[in-house]
């Protein structure tokens, strides 16, 4: 028997369901991905750190949960990370029963191996709908027989979450040698860890590169290396003011060599350069999201999962917009006009979901030489 849990809004509107998960009230920033499938993923992407995940699609849980181990790269082999990172899991209808080849248990079992809340029954439809006009909204998962009141908790802006996710120290993934034979030599690349998907470094590094993961804060300067990448992460890019600075010395160097960028990479790298960033009122969390290469009449359909935005107006004039979305025409990637310096909003990595772009791996694999 599901006991009753609460989804209660910084507004006062409260949803009531039934728990699935790990029973014990939460708080965190309520937000919607419209992704059909691809629960295992956006559960253990750490860009979700600290949020309250509402999935659209109403079906979740029936192809249950794959291995969660890693793998012989020390990466996981069917995750994004080692963990799951939202701090609560909102759905319409939890399917008990599972069927996958590939399943090693049901959702429920590992949301409540991780301590993780879920709550089936609310009507999301309404739920989203709510959070697209109000905008995101803090949100209290409460399982107290009670549940009311308002959502004590700070603001999800004002905490560091990069700093929660990032690794602690330098970890080296190295390429199988046979991959070599397909590059010109053997590159190496630092890669700034404010909350990497591990499918980045799996793109990587099925390209013939060293892969150097470096935590968020760490001055990569320091080392040798062909270029720079800089990954995803949660939460508001203002607070990565130590990233900001270590990517600002290295725009600065005599010495050019190539960057690329993916979502919060792409707002670091915008600001290290001198633009801003807003907070958008809802992100863009799917797969579904439509991005145009501007100077071509290229559009892409994307995944994507980020709630802060770079202001076009805001660029340098050495520095242009890359990609834009379709949607809503805010920024979807800059360039640097006349260096190897590029970024994209979306992931071009996507898993799950759309491919399309992934193309973005070999143009900066190619600016390495």
Not at 174 to 201: E, Y
Not at 246 to 259: D, G, Q, T
Not at 283 to 312: E, K, M
């Amino acid at each position: 028997m599901m006991r009753e849990a609460k989804l209660i809004l910084e507004d006062g509107t409260t949803f009531v369901g039934r728990s699935f998960g790990f029973e014990t009230d939460t708080v965190g920033e309520a937000v919607f991905n419209t992704a059909m499938t691809g629960y295992p993923e956006s559960l253990t992407d750490p860009s979700y750190a600290g949020q309250i995940l509402v999935m659209t699609y109403p079906l979740i849980g029936n192809y249950g949960v794959p291995d969660t181990d890693l793998g012989g790269d020390g990466l996981p082999l069917f995750m994004e990370s080692e963990r799951i990172h939202v701090k609560a899991l909102v759905v319409a209808d939890y399917s008990e029963a599972y069927s996958h080849w590939n399943a090693r248990e049901s959702l429920a079992e590992w949301l409540k191996r991780e301590r993780i809340p879920a709550v089936t029954g609310i009507d999301t439809r309404r739920l989203t709908m709510l959070l697209r006009e109000h905008g995101v909204m803090m949100g209290k998962i409460s399982l107290s027989p009670k549940g009311e009141g308002s959502v004590d908790t700070e603001d999800y802006g004002s905490v560091n979450w990069v700093e929660q996710v990032s690794c602690k120290e330098v970890v080296t993934y190295k390429p199988d040698s046979s991959l070599f034979t397909l590059h010109s030599s053997h590159k190496r690349v630092v890669l700034v860890d404010c909350g990497v998907k591990a499918n980045i470094i799996r793109c990587l590094v099925r390209r013939g590169i060293e892969v150097v993961r470096v935590p968020w804060n760490y001055d990569f300067n320091q080392l040798d290396f062909d270029g720079l990448f800089l990954a995803n992460g949660p939460g508001d890019p203002e607070r990565c003011g130590e990233t900001v600075a270590h990517i600002r010395a290295f725009l600065n160097s005599e010495k050019v060599r190539p960057c690329m960028g993916i979502c919060l990479g792409n707002q670091l790298l915008a600001i290290a350069a001198g633009a801003k960033t807003y907070k958008l009122k809802y992100g863009h969390r799917s797969h579904n999201q439509p991005v145009q290469r501007l100077g071509t009449t290229q559009c892409f359909i994307t995944s994507q999962n980020h709630g802060y935005a770079v202001d076009d107006a805001t660029l340098p004039d050495e520095w242009e917009p890359l990609f834009v979305n379709m949607n809503d025409g805010s920024n979807e990637g800059i360039r640097h006009k006349r260096k190897p310096w590029m970024s994209a909003q979306f992931h071009p990595e996507a898993c799950s979901g759309p491919v399309d772009t992934e193309f973005l791996f070999d143009e900066f694999v190619k600016l390495l030489g």
